[in-house]
């Protein structure tokens, strides 16, 4: 069964503290890893996404991994501000062209001043 | 403006009520997609749309209906509302010929209680 799962299920952290986010998948066939965004009260915006041949990928002070082999991404947050304060969401999608996606629970970042 | 609107945002309705969401898109991408999300559970796909002529069913499409009345307009209804279709709906939309890789864009959500 395609299943995405992501670790913790919340985070509290400090502005400026960085932090890592967990995703572990078993989704087949692989065809590509996205991390999402989500303010509250707002739809999900992709930050970031990494296909089998790539292993890290950046977007300002985002960085997400992927290892493919044990089926897992991380999302790391550096210098974290309190704007980071979201859902993170991992999404994988499977198949030919990637088009069915499935979706993690999220994990909710709270961010302190 | 948003890219992708969606219709009303925020919707208290009765049980065995007929709810309509809308959503409009500005992106010129011909899918288009019906997400539900709950506490705690990822985003689940209701429907979802190819072009106009193309409607298909998700993994949770009992007790929804859509129409694509346009490529840019997919609507969601709720034939008979019951509350444990009280959650937050999504619409989003996406073309790979753009990403080559299906990234979703998503609306603003529409926040639906049945009560």
């Known amino acids: 069964k395609n299943q995405v799962e992501q670790s913790p299920q919340s985070l509290i952290i400090l502005e400026g503290k960085n932090c890592t986010l967990q995703?572990?998948?078993?989704?087949?066939?692989?065809?590509?890893l996205r991390w999402y965004k989500q303010d509250t009260g707002r739809g999900p915006v992709s930050l970031t996404i990494?296909?089998?041949?790539?292993n890290t990928k950046s977007n300002g002070r985002y960085t997400a991994t992927l290892d493919a082999d044990t089926k897992q991404s991380s999302l790391h947050i550096t210098a974290s501000q309190l704007s980071d304060s979201a859902s993170y969401i991992c999404?994988?999608?499977?198949?030919?062209?990637?088009?069915?996606?499935?979706f993690g629970a999220g994990t909710r970042l709270f961010v302190k001043a | 403006d948003a890219d992708v609107t969606q219709t009303p945002r925020n919707r208290i309705t009765k049980t065995g009520k007929r709810i309509m969401l809308e959503c409009s898109q500005t992106k010129g991408h011909d899918r288009m997609y019906w997400y539900r999300q709950d506490p705690g559970l990822g985003l689940r796909l209701i429907y979802y749309s190819f072009d106009v002529k193309d409607i298909n069913k998700g993994e949770i499409s009992d007790g929804y209906s859509v129409s694509r009345q346009a490529q840019a307009k997919f609507s969601l209804s709720l034939e008979s509302a019951i509350p444990n279709q009280t959650a937050l709906y999504f619409c989003?939309?996406?073309?790979?010929?753009?990403?080559?890789?299906?990234?979703?864009?998503f609306g603003e959500g529409s926040r639906l209680t049945v009560l």
């Open positions: 999404v994988v999608s499977a198949g030919t062209g990637g088009f069915k996606t499935i």
């Open positions: 989003a939309t996406s073309d790979p010929r753009v990403s080559g890789t299906g990234e979703l864009f």
């Open positions: 995703c572990n998948y078993t989704v087949s066939p692989f065809s590509n």
């Open positions: 990494m296909t089998f041949s790539e």
